[in-house]
């Protein structure tokens, strides 16, 4: 992964458009938010009822997944963590009446194993989730990440992520960010629709192709990252959801 500080998640301009836009242009965002939310009511909340949850959110963004969690349970305790202080500013604007954590931070500063970040995760976790973040870092801090992981829940606990990943072959890569266009022009569509001509913003459809050329992406496939998981000790390791390069693996410690 490039210095968090040349990529565009240091732009705030950049970082607002995402905030914005992204149920325009994120795959089936909606309905990976009912995944996480149906995971998190039955490996946890249907488990785990004598004591909050303790949730860790690494790339938290504006704290979505942890909103979509809240929905289901407020019996939750949360540390944010992010190294974009535009959108670790949103997370705080959007829980301000909550007591929760948080740590400005990229995950190179999480894997150097700085004692004034890691000293900050006062406890280990019963979930760690990570949403379209972990694929800006490259194969090797990948492995590195799933073992900071791992070493961070608690005996039971489980590591959810939600991300982009490459298609095992070129011909598949170049058919999935087909689909991801014509998902986001009929998206783009429904949405004309039911604002009744007022919607007027630029069409994303072009997208799919920006991630291709962006630097800053290094997806890698889904095989290898879940025997990267398998290598740091996760069982049940599996992926709950897959649409074209949009995924939902993880496992459990």
Known sequence: MSSFEESEWSRKKHVNEFVENADIYVLERRRLFKILKSFFRNFLENRINERAIKVLDLGCGNGVLIKEILSESHKVKVVLVDGSYEMLENARENFKRHDFDYIHATFQELLENESTVNDRLFYDFDLIISSLAIHHLYKEEKKALF????????????????DVIKAPKDELES????????WIAENEEEMKLREEGMYNKESFVNLPEKYKN?????????LDQLNMLDSAGFEDVDCYYKYGIFSIFGGRK
């Open 175 to 182: 058919w999935y960010r087909i689909l991801w266009s014509e």
């Open 147 to 162: 073992m900071y992981i791992y070493n961070h829940l608690n005996p039971g606990g489980y590591f959810l992520n939600i």
């Open 214 to 222: 962006n630097p800053d992406n290094h997806p890698d496939k889904l």
